[in-house]
């Protein structure tokens, strides 16, 4: 099924929409609007065809192959994020589905993950659904520019919405060891040590403690340069984020409960 795609071309500033079927033309109730922030590279054909061949329609898809040249990860992110949805009227929608261009979604993924009407669906950035009323009243209606995805997690705690685990879980094209076109074991492999320096930082400004860093070495040997990169935060004092005491508290109390 067809469903009402927008794209922003790279370096073009107008922003073009083509419009093949909405939400309220499928006899659905719940209008979705689908954003994936993904370089073209990046941007997988059969993630495409998953989301225009949901059983619960998608009724606007954007797509953001624009090149971002300076910051982390999740500044980039954020930056395209941001301005996908800067060009629409978010309060138009009833859901946001935030999505990466390498995930393929079941094909009930959405049917099945709007049951309940969810505040949030999905703690990881590859594929949230979030219900806008709540995007609007908690973030305004725009991500963190530091943070993409966990900021917009622990900030839905912390006012009181507590996301929800997927009943239906997307497909990830990419491979392990891959993070975001970068594989840690091929050359430039100074790109992937960065990656793992700013995610540490990333995770101090969110309110981590440092056990939880020091775990992440079980996962893999390369959360080193994170170890590294939180306690460089922490050294030079480095601002935190409005949630970093939520954080920090609600990570303490799981630690407590081990015990």
């Given at each position: 099924m067809a469903n009402r795609i927008a794209t922003r071309a790279e370096?073009?500033?107008r922003f073009q929409e083509h419009r093949t079927i909405t939400a309220k033309d499928s006899g659905h109730e719940k209008r979705i609007l689908c954003v994936i922030p993904s370089l073209p590279k990046d941007l997988n054909s059969l993630s495409i065809m998953s989301i225009t061949n949901q059983t619960y329609p998608v009724e606007m898809l954007i797509v953001?192959?624009?090149?971002?040249?300076?910051?982390?990860?999740?500044?980039?992110?954020?930056r395209v994020l941001n301005d996908g949805l800067s060009h629409v009227k978010l309060q138009d929608f009833d859901y946001l589905l935030r999505v990466d261009g390498d995930v393929v979604l079941p094909s009930n993924f959405l049917e099945e993950n709007l049951r309940g009407e969810p505040d949030l669906c999905g703690g990881a950035g590859y594929a949230m659904l979030i219900k806008v009323k709540s995007f609007l009243k908690v973030m305004k209606g725009k991500f963190h520019s530091l943070s993409d995805d966990s900021y917009t997690c622990y900030k839905f705690m912390k006012e009181g919405f507590e996301p929800v685990k997927r009943k239906i879980e997307p497909v990830r094209m990419r491979q392990k060891g891959l993070h975001h076109g970068t594989s840690y074991f091929a050359k430039p492999r100074h790109q992937s040590i960065l990656y793992f320096?700013?995610?540490?930082?990333?995770?101090?400004?969110?309110g981590y403690e440092p056990f939880h860093m020091f775990g992440r070495l079980r996962h893999s040997i390369?959360?080193?340069?994170?170890v590294l990169g939180y306690f460089a935060a922490i050294v030079r004092r480095e601002d935190r984020l409005d949630v970093a005491d939520f954080v920090w508290r609600r990570q303490v109390r799981r630690l407590l409960g081990l015990f």
């Open positions: 370096r073009k500033s953001l192959p624009k090149e971002v040249a300076r910051g982390t990860t999740s500044q980039k992110v954020s320096y700013h995610r540490g930082k990333g995770m101090h400004r969110l390369w959360n080193i340069f994170a």
